[in-house]
Each structure stands twice: as structure tokens, then as C-alpha cells.
């Protein structure tokens, strides 16, 4: 255990020469402590699936089902869950994502009123950016796009592989560097047409061949994940981990340790941030033990290395920020892009809510009830937690912006 950890424990930091790793490790220590501290008093969290803004919903969720082992989600069960958006759309789809044991997510789709910024930006311009962005990644022109840290993690045993190969599909492919006999490791990325998110496939690089090689390499590029660190072995589940782009990922590791209970998982890239490298910090969800797959994880990125075309995270994280400051009473088209979450309850979750003053909505839907919220400083992160339990605060109906 480091010193300054020593000097935490017993009380006294005259064991610790004031530094920054120093003082890295001392908010770690007191991170730790606030978990196991919130962790006790808090309900599981129970990942149901993603919601998404699209431009076309039903290409989006064609997308799905041409692509990945889904299913067409029926409307009638669409309209019993009843997600944040879904009577607001102007057009909605749904589909749910399976493996060998059975439904893994739902993943749904909805183009809603949009609101604009008073730089007459709005929804379908950032679409359009994440678009422009990928192509450029799809052209050879760079390897990665700040976009793409908006992406779903899932094994490849959920991707059609046939389908790509008909269709001769573009997608970027890469062997991580660090990729070795502990650490076996390919991966697939592609765009989520209509939207501004992407998925990235995990496979095996001893697993059996899922596409002709011939046709694999010809997709392949280098590995763009600037300064990465050893990752290390460990299993994986087939929906595995959402990943958020965000302005400052340390924040958003707190604010996921206060408000959710989630336990840190550390830093797969050089920490603290490192000019020329990528950042990030990882937590997990809390769960109850009782399922069979493991808890999801958040993945929370700072890239400053990529380029944007069109438009840029930067102005994205403007116009969230701006509309969640000016709008107290309303939510807007962009924070339909959500983690969706299932609890025993939300009153934890407001509760800690109120007391980081973090904005937030608790809707009726159908016979429950649905907690959405920005992460404060990265409002690009936006969670919808779901219940039948709700005793804090009287619920309003959905109201969207525009």
C-alpha cells in the first residue's frame, strides 16, 4: 500500500510528500470510502438497455436486425415499457438484442420535437457531424473519431457476420496492440446509421473465424487507442459496457460513485491525463450478485488526440449544458440518448440526487416511474432509471422542449 494510503488510514499525511500522485491516491482512498459507504443503502441497478435520438428510427433499428442477432421489438410491448419519449416521438422503433441464453438488451429509437441552441443548432446537426466523423474514419483519413466514445461494448457473438460480408460493409477493425496470449483481443467498430453512436465488438483472437480473413484485413487499421495501458484478462458478458464521451472523467467516476454506488474499476490509459494521450476512468454498476451476468460497466473518455468534422464534442457539451441551465421544467431530443436502469427503488437516487444539486425529472409511466439525469460538468452522460417505487416527490408528466 502506498504511504500516503498508510497516512489516510492511520489518521496523519506527515508519511506523504505533498505530489500529484500522492494526492491521486488519497481521492482514491476517499472514493473507496464513499462507496462502501453509499453501497450499503443502495438498491441494484439493473441495466434493461440503451435509448438513442435517430433521425430515422426505423433505418436505425433495420440496422440492428440486418447486423446483430435482434429481434423487432412488437409496439404493444414498446408501449408496457413505456420509455421517457416514446408518446412524445414523431417516429419510434425498438428492437431487443440476443444471444445463446436469451434477451440481452432492448435498444430504442425515437425521433423527437428537437430544441435548438441560440446558435440554431440542434439534434440533427450532431447526427450529421457523428456521420461525417465516422466517414472520415471509414476513408482512411484518421483512425478514430471523438464520436465514437459513444458506443455500446458488446461480444461478437452478437454480430452477423454473414450480413457484413453479403453486404461487403465498411467497419473498422483493429488487433490492440497489447493483444497477447492473456489478453486476447480483436475489435470491430461501426456506426449506428441515424444516430450518434457507434458499437465496438469484442472478439477472441483464438476464437473461431467469424469472417474471411481476406476480407477482415482488408478493414483493418491500426490500433488508434493512444497510450493504452495493459488492460489485463477477464470476462467478459455479451452487452458488457457503455461507454460515454465526456469532458472530464474523473467527475463523472465521482458522480457515478456518489449518486449510483458504483465501485471504480481504475484507469486503462496514463493517469493523471497526459498530453497526446486519451483518458479515461471506469466504474461498474452495483447488482444485488443473484443473476448470472456480471454488472455492466461505464466507460467514461477525454479525448483531445481526434478530429470532428462539421462539429465537435465541445459544442455538443455546450448546448446540453446551456438547455439543462435554461430549462428546469422540460427535457430536449438529446437526452434520449440514455442508459436505461432498473431499480428496487428510486428514492436512494433522488435523495443523493438533491444533495449534489444535480437537476433532474421524475416522470409517470404506465404503473411506474422513470428518474432522468445529466451528469453534471459532462451532461453528455444522461441515465434513465426505472421503478415501481417512488415516495419522494410527486412525478409530472413527460414534457420535451422545443
Not at 472514493?31 to 462502501?36: A, D
Not at 409496439?75 to 415499457?81: K, P
Not at 425515437?110 to 474514419?137: H, I, Q
Not at 421524475?362 to 444522461?382: K, R
Request: glycine letters at 4%; proline letters at 7%.
Amino acid at each position: 500500500m502506498p504511504a500516503c494510503w498508510l497516512a489516510l488510514v492511520f489518521g496523519s499525511l506527515t508519511l506523504c510528500a505533498r505530489g500529484d500522485a500522492c494526492e491521486e491516491d488519497e481521492v482514491k482512498v476517499v472514493l473507496l470510502q464513499t462507496q462502501v459507504r453509499i453501497a450499503a443503502s443502495s438498491p441494484a441497478l439493473k441495466p434493461v438497455g440503451h435509448s438513442f435520438y435517430s433521425t430515422d428510427p426505423a433505418r436505425s433499428a433495420a440496422w440492428w436486425l440486418r447486423y446483430s442477432t435482434s429481434q423487432l421489438l412488437p409496439a404493444a410491448f414498446q408501449s408496457r415499457l413505456n420509455l421517457v419519449g416514446l408518446a412524445e416521438s414523431e417516429e419510434a422503433s425498438a428492437v431487443q438484442l440476443r444471444d445463446s441464453d436469451g434477451p440481452i438488451k432492448q435498444l430504442h429509437f425515437f425521433k423527437a420535437p428537437n430544441s435548438r441552441s441560440t446558435e440554431g443548432l440542434a439534434m440533427e446537426d450532431f447526427v450529421k457531424a457523428a456521420e461525417l466523423s465516422w466517414d472520415s474514419v471509414m476513408q482512411w483519413q484518421q483512425l478514430y473519431s471523438p464520436w465514437t466514445d459513444f458506443h455500446v461494448g458488446l461480444k461478437v457473438d452478437t454480430m452477423r457476420a454473414d450480413h457484413l460480408q453479403e453486404d461487403n460493409y465498411s467497419f473498422q477493425y483493429y488487433v490492440p496492440k497489447l493483444a497477447n496470449e492473456s489478453w486476447n483481443c480483436k475489435v470491430i467498430r461501426a456506426y449506428i446509421p441515424n444516430t450518434t453512436w457507434t458499437v465496438e465488438w469484442h472478439a477472441d483472437l483464438l476464437s473461431p473465424r467469424l469472417l474471411d480473413q481476406e476480407f477482415l484485413e482488408s478493414r483493418r487499421t491500426e490500433d488508434p487507442d493512444h497510450c493504452r495501458g495493459f488492460e489485463g484478462p477477464e470476462m467478459r458478458e455479451t452487452w458488457w459496457k457503455s461507454t460515454f464521451a465526456v469532458a472530464n472523467a474523473s467527475a463523472a467516476r465521482d458522480f457515478a460513485i456518489k449518486v449510483l454506488a458504483a465501485v471504480p474499476r481504475g484507469e486503462p490509459y496514463p493517469w493523471p491525463p497526459q498530453p497526446d494521450c486519451i483518458a479515461a476512468q471506469w466504474v461498474t454498476l452495483p447488482d444485488d450478485g443473484a443473476g448470472e451476468r456480471t454488472p455492466v460497466q461505464l466507460h467514461f473518455v477525454e479525448d483531445g488526440i481526434y478530429s470532428s468534422i462539421l462539429h465537435g464534442l465541445p459544442e455538443l457539451l455546450q448546448y446540453q449544458r446551456d438547455f439543462v441551465r435554461s430549462h428546469q421544467d422540460c427535457i430536449n431530443s438529446f437526452m434520449l440518448n440514455n442508459l436505461v436502469l432498473e431499480t428496487a427503488s428510486l428514492d436512494p437516487f433522488i435523495r443523493r440526487l438533491a444533495e449534489t444539486l444535480t437537476p433532474h425529472f421524475v416522470f409517470q409511466v404506465s404503473d411506474g416511474f422513470a428518474l432522468i439525469f445529466s451528469f453534471p460538468g459532462n451532461e453528455m452522460v444522461t441515465l434513465q432509471i426505472r421503478s415501481r417505487h417512488s415516495s419522494l416527490v410527486s412525478p409530472t408528466p413527460v414534457k420535451f422542449c422545443t
